[in-house]
């Protein structure tokens, strides 16, 4: 307990300790590291907006529909699937079968143009890491919608003759944008946390892969000070988020 103690102090200073494998100060290793896992978090963030949005909103249009069941089907199935295993099933198929997106690394050495490489290496990472957020963030927004559209202003804008586009957009996806924001909170945490698993499977050189190499080589000062930059990211993203949400909803901020 005494380590430990003396080990919280120095956190408390900005001292994340010394690295026994590299022997060089944890924060500079996480600093090292941190712009990776942000360009992984910002490409499966991308894609956990791009898909869960459009998705939740046009099943719950189209409730009960063939595309409602095809679609919530595959995503209940998508999120009861083991990160680790889907992404070696990505890699199966489109690095050893297609052979047209490669299976490891952040970017090639022979490759002139780095940005198009990283992008290309970003894909099948960003897919894996992204799948059970993008899940969570459809159901919610199908279930959110369903019950904004059932509301009694969306019967009244109905008997005005308001337009199903700004009907939909204009006020039943403003009506259910804080509780997205909330979510979409809670899922950039886990995003974070979730790409430990990312980055191991696919040689991502980033703060997860660094906290696995430091447990594998039993370097408690990397393996402590990672963890901490996990927890610490969790809690300013889902702060940041009901800060948004309070800021979105005129109700709450009558309670403030």
């Known amino acids: 307990y005494v380590q430990y103690f003396v080990w919280l102090w120095g956190v408390l200073q900005g001292d994340l300790g010394q690295s026994a494998r590299f022997d060089q100060p944890v ?26 949005i459009p998705l939740g909103v046009i099943s719950a249009l189209r409730v009960q529909s063939l595309f409602d069941r095809i679609g919530m089907g595959v995503i209940i199935v998508l999120g009861m699937v083991p990160v680790f295993w889907f992404g070696l099933v990505l890699v199966y198929i489109f690095a050893l079968v297609l052979d047209i997106l ?8 022979h490759e002139s143009n780095r940005m198009v490489s990283v992008l290309i290496h970003l894909i099948l990472p960003a897919f894996t890491t992204a799948t059970i957020s993008t899940t969570i963030l459809a159901r919610v927004i199908r ?52 790409a430990i698993f990312t980055e191991v499977i696919f040689s991502w050189p980033g703060i997860g892969r660094l906290i696995f190499d430091a447990v594998s080589a039993r370097d408690i000062p990397v393996a402590l000070g990672g963890i901490l930059v ?27």
């Not at 109905?158 to 979510?183: D, E, K, Q, S, Y």
């Open 27 to 52: 924060a500079l290793l996480m600093l090292d590291k941190a712009l990776n896992s942000i360009i992984l978090l910002a490409g499966s963030a991308v894609i956990m907006f791009s898909v869960g």
């Open 143 to 194: 279930s959110s919608m369903l019950e904004t559209l059932e509301a009694t202003f969306m019967q009244a804008l109905i008997a005005r003759g308001i337009p199903a586009r700004i009907r939909i957009w204009r006020h039943a996806f403003r009506n259910i944008l804080p509780i997205t924001v909330n979510v979409t909170g809670l899922q950039i945490g886990w995003l974070f946390s979730g």
């Open 102 to 109: 490669p299976a490891s690394r952040m970017y090639s050495f």
């Open 230 to 256: 996990v927890g610490a990211v969790f809690v300013l993203a889902n702060l940041a988020a009901d800060v948004a949400t309070a800021m979105l909803d005129p109700r709450r901020r009558e309670k403030m």
